[in-house]
């Protein structure tokens, strides 16, 4: 049986992506990504689902940081629709609710919903956290902000459903194993990811990423972080579109490779339908 680690309680939204990915696995909840990631290097779990973006909250943090650290490979990308319901326990009503709890993220996606009930809120470390935190409580004066799983999962009441602002909002989670396994270049759809540091001299940016626009491949995300407190030359975690056998790919990572002190293939593999559709 497959064991999937994951950031998070049973009922979060990385439990969810974890039961749709691999729904016959043991299941690993982890309190950190870094504790998820780590079980997968020592063998602990077979496979590691973590978040990446999100459409309306932007990049997870520390993720991109800890990716390219962790010596794993990207094996596969899932999209999940974000959908919270407002709960708490069994027999509350709208009116006895005087504070809500949810993760940071969570709180900032329904901010209609917290400006239309004049409630305050507190900062749980998790969103299905939240939920088992209002049921332990057994308080009507409190409610989560949580999934749709976590309401049965606690034994909590739905007061509202689908209450975050955005019916779009979505996440995108990656799947991350010890054995790099690239994904054969069959004719589908196909994203690499890779890390680069660029060489310190002028330009080297624009020079680096230059050979994907005259190869003409689409670089579909980037985002750059400093490691450490001094003035090293930036880290770059980059995702395009193509496979690294093809040749316009091929030739575009030559390039960069010329320009960059480090380059490395994070993972190969097949684009999710839900980047074909938007």
């Known amino acids: 049986m497959t064991t999937v ?3 998070g309680e049973p009922g979060s939204n990385s439990a969810t992506a974890a039961h749709s990915l691999y729904p016959d696995s043991g299941e690993l909840p982890c309190t ?3 504790q998820a990631l780590d079980a997968v290097t020592l063998g602990d779990a077979d496979v590691a689902v973590i978040p990446v973006d999100n459409s309306a909250a932007g990049r997870v943090a ?12 990207i094996v596969a990308e ?6 919270f319901d407002l709960m708490g326990v069994p027999g509350t009503t709208l009116d006895q609710v005087e504070c809500v709890r949810s993760h940071v993220h969570a ?8 400006r239309e009930g004049g409630w305050r809120t507190l900062v749980s470390d998790d969103t299905a956290g939240a939920a088992r935190e209002v049921a332990e409580l057994g308080d009507p004066r409190h409610a989560a902000l949580a999934p749709p799983a976590a309401a049965g999962l606690y034994g909590l009441d739905v007061l509202r459903s689908e209450v975050e602002d955005d ?6 989670f990656v799947v991350l194993s010890r054995d790099d396994a690239p994904f054969p270049d069959a004719g589908q759809p196909t994203m690499t990811s890779l890390f680069f540091s660029v060489r310190n001299i002028p330009s080297a940016l624009f020079k680096a990423l230059g050979g994907f626009a005259s190869s003409g491949v689409n670089l579909t995300k980037i985002e750059s972080y ?14 395009i579109e193509g496979h690294p056998d093809d040749e316009h790919v091929a030739l575009a990572v030559d390039e960069l490779r010329f ?9 190969v593999y097949p684009a999710h339908p839900h980047r074909l559709k938007h």
Do not use: W
Not at 167 to 172: A, L, Q, V, W, Y
């Open 5 to 7: 680690a994951y950031q």
């Open 32 to 34: 950190s990504f870094e």
């Open 62 to 73: 520390d993720v991109h940081h800890l990716l390219p650290e962790s010596g794993l490979f």
């Open 78 to 83: 899932y999209f999940l629709a974000i959908r």
């Open 107 to 114: 709180l900032g996606q329904c901010r209609k919903l917290l």
């Open 167 to 172: 019916p779009d909002n979505t996440t995108r």
């Open 226 to 239: 400093q490691m450490g407190a001094g003035l090293n030359a930036s880290r770059f975690y980059v995702e």
């Open 259 to 267: 320009f960059s002190s480090e380059v490395r293939v994070l993972g």
